[in-house]
C-alpha cells in the first residue's frame, strides 16, 4: 500500500550501507549518520524535500576528525551478530564507492552536502572501529559516540565538539568535528551495543559500565562544554558510578522532566535512580 500512518506515501531520502544510527541536531539543520564500519557521515544545510538518489550526493571529501593539536599545527541495544558489518574494516568509505563529485552553488556549498569522516578514536588509530552508539548535545553544540574496536577488545566514549563556519575550499573543507573529551570504557559484555546519553541539560553523560553506569562531566564541577573547552583532547571525569544490576547494562537514558536516570540490562531488568537532596 505504500501509505503510512498519515496516508501520505514515503520517499526515500538517503540510503548507506553499515548504518548503525542516524541523528538529527535540534535546529534540523544537519543529520549525523554513524555506520558499523567507523565512518560518520553528516548532511550539511539538510533539506528532506530534496529527493537524493545514489550518484548524486554533494560530497565533501572524506577525511579523519581534528584534534586541537592538529588545528594548531595545520591552521537499539542488542547484540551484534558474528559476521556482521562491524567486524569488516575492507569496505571504503562511502565517498568512494557511491557518491559523486559535487556541483557547487554560488557562495557555498549546495543544500545536503555530504561530509565523510572518520572520528578520531584515542587508540583505535590503525585498527578501525565501530560506531555503536550516537547521541547529540541537546543544545546541538557537539556529538556524542560509543565507539568499540573491530575486534571488540577496547570501548571508547567520545565527545566532539562542532566546528561551524564556511568551508576554506569548496570541496575540501576544513573538519565540522573535533574531539574534546573521551575515556575508556570497562568493555564489558563484548559484542553488544550500549546506548549512552546527554543529561537534558547537556552537563552530564550517563553511559553503562559493566554492570551498572557511570555519570561523566565534562569536569569536576559540570560545567557546560562551553565553559571548559580544552586546548587538546581531556578526559572526561567520573562524577559518580552507580551499581544495582546482575547483569551488563545495555541502555540508560535521563529522564527529560525529572531528576532521574534509567538503566536497563541484559536480562530485562530496569533500574530508576533519583538523587536524595
Not at 526515500?12 to 550501507?17: E, G, L, V, Y
Not at 573538519?175 to 574531539?179: D, E, G, I, V, Y
Given at each position: 500500500s505504500r501509505c503510512t500512518e498519515d496516508?501520505?506515501?514515503h520517499k526515500?531520502?538517503?540510503?548507506?550501507?553499515f548504518l548503525m544510527r542516524m541523528r538529527l541536531t535540534p535546529d534540523c539543520s544537519k543529520m549525523l549518520i554513524s555506520t558499523s564500519s567507523g565512518y560518520l557521515l553528516i548532511l550539511h544545510d539538510l533539506d528532506l524535500n530534496k529527493s537524493l538518489e545514489v550518484g548524486s550526493y554533494p560530497i565533501l571529501r572524506a577525511r579523519r576528525t581534528t584534534s586541537s593539536s592538529d588545528i594548531t599545527s595545520s591552521g537499539s541495544s542488542g547484540p551484534r551478530a558474528v559476521g556482521s558489518p562491524?567486524?569488516?574494516?575492507?569496505s571504503g568509505p562511502p565517498?568512494?564507492?557511491t557518491l559523486s563529485r559535487p556541483s557547487q552553488r554560488e557562495g557555498g556549498s549546495p543544500r545536503n552536502s555530504l561530509e565523510v569522516l572518520t572520528p578520531e578514536v584515542p587508540g583505535e588509530r590503525d585498527r578501525g572501529n565501530c560506531i555503536t552508539s550516537l547521541q547529540l548535545h541537546p543544545k546541538g553544540w557537539a556529538?556524542?559516540?560509543?565507539?568499540?574496536?573491530?575486534?571488540d577488545d577496547q570501548e571508547w566514549t567520545c565527545v566532539y565538539e562542532f566546528q561551524e563556519g564556511a568551508p576554506v575550499r569548496p570541496v575540501s573543507p576544513r573538519?565540522?568535528?573535533?574531539?574534546t573529551h573521551c575515556i575508556e570504557e570497562a568493555n564489558v559484555g563484548r559484542g553488544y551495543i550500549k546506548e549512552l546519553c546527554f543529561s537534558p541539560d547537556g552537563r552530564m553523560i550517563s553511559s553503562p559500565h559493566g554492570f551498572g553506569i557511570r555519570l561523566l562531566g565534562f569536569d569536576a564541577h559540570c560545567s557546560e562544554?562551553?565553559?571548559c573547552l580544552p586546548r587538546e583532547a581531556s578526559p572526561l571525569r567520573e562524577i559518580r558510578s552507580l551499581y544495582s544490576h546482575n547483569d551488563v547494562v545495555l541502555t540508560t537514558k535521563f529522564s527529560p522532566t525529572h531528576c532521574q536516570i534509567a538503566s536497563?540490562?541484559?536480562?530485562g531488568r530496569v533500574s530508576l535512580y533519583q538523587p536524595k537532596f
Open positions: 496516508g501520505c506515501p526515500k531520502f538517503f540510503h548507506t550501507r562491524c567486524h569488516q574494516n575492507n565517498s568512494e564507492k556529538t556524542l559516540l560509543r565507539c568499540s574496536s573491530n575486534t573538519c565540522s568535528l573535533r574531539l562544554l562551553v565553559d536497563g540490562c541484559l536480562s
